[in-house]
């Protein structure tokens, strides 16, 4: 049985906005949610729906209920939802959730079935989630990492880069779940399926937005850090000067732009100077770093060290 604990994500995201969050029952109830506390959900939600009569707060309840395997309430609210509020997106899904745990001969499935696979999941201020199953996908993909379950989250993240491939390289959706699945496979210190996936990522990058661009700056930094986390020294600092080089140029290229962009370009500049510095420093002199790990001398990496902290304070200060 698959957590459903990704689709509260989903739903705070797409209902940051709602007036359903007007209350702290139904912020509090989000909260549980997110957390699998799904008979502590429906009692917020609830709560929260007997004094703002929402759709969306009415709706939640029936989910929270059906997660929570409580069928009998689950459909109470879902069809509360479809009476109450016919017109709203909030019932279009209740009344999904209802359809799909009908008696059907040909798949057997025994009326108002509990399994969370067979609920409507999406947000109601979005289109249901098969209407795009790349975000869908994802989002599976992340609730398996975080049941600790890496050959399910492999194959969700293969299958949204395949059905991402489908809508054409200049669609988002495939940058976006190329980049979730190197950031994935970095996370698990799964270098060479990171790597190919960064490489990916960059190869797109560069066509939409430049070789100097602050996007190339950040994949070579996600890069860095990688290689980084398992202590491969020598990628790690060769990857964040890369980012450095990069971000310079967007500086340049960002000057007498919007002043926003500059900042953006500055600030990035900046603390990865800083970042690297620090890397530098904890190679040779602290305690709780890398001190196993040989470095040229402390006199060389004393000095590269106060000189990107130099360079770092002079790019805050706009020089």
């Keep these: 049985m698959k957590s459903p604990s990704v689709i509260g994500i989903a739903i705070v995201l797409s209902l940051v906005t709602s007036d359903c969050f007007a209350t702290g029952s139904s912020d509090q109830g989000m909260v549980f949610f997110k957390q699998a506390k799904y008979a502590a959900a429906a009692s917020a939600f609830a709560k929260s729906y007997a004094s703002s009569h929402s759709a969306t707060d009415c709706y939640y309840t029936a989910l929270s209920y059906h997660y929570d395997r409580k069928s009998d309430l689950a459909r109470k609210f879902y069809q509360e939802t479809v009476q109450r509020f016919p017109n709203s997106r909030e019932a279009a899904l209740a009344q999904q959730a209802l359809a799909s745990t009908r008696p059907t001969t040909a798949a057997k499935i025994t009326p108002f079935s509990t399994s969370r696979d067979n609920v409507a999941t999406s947000a109601p201020a979005t289109a249901p989630a098969s209407d795009d199953p ?186």
Aim: with cysteine.
């Design 134 to 319: 790349v975000s869908d996908l994802l989002a599976k993909a992340e609730a398996a990492d975080r049941a600790n379950q890496q050959s399910t989250a492999d194959a969700y993240y293969s299958d949204a880069i395949r059905h991402a491939e489908k809508l054409g390289q200049n669609n988002p959706k495939l940058l976006q779940a190329i980049t979730q699945s190197a950031d994935y496979f970095a996370k698990h210190q799964r270098t060479d399926k990171a790597l190919a996936a960064y490489d990916r990522a960059r190869y797109i990058l560069r066509i939409r937005h430049g070789e100097d661009s602050l996007q190339c700056g950040n994949n070579s930094l996600a890069i860095a850090r990688m290689f980084k986390s398992v202590d491969n020294v020598d990628d790690a600092k060769s990857h964040y000067y890369q980012a450095i080089d990069t971000y310079t140029n967007a500086l340049r290229g960002a000057e007498g732009r919007s002043n926003n962009t500059a900042t953006q370009q500055r600030a990035a500049l900046a603390d990865t100077l800083d970042e690297l510095a620090d890397f530098l420093y904890n190679l040779t002199f602290s305690t709780r770093g890398y001190g196993n790990v040989e470095v040229k001398s402390q006199h060389t990496t004393e000095l590269e060290v106060r000189q990107l902290r130099a360079r770092a304070q002079q790019v805050r200060a706009g020089n």
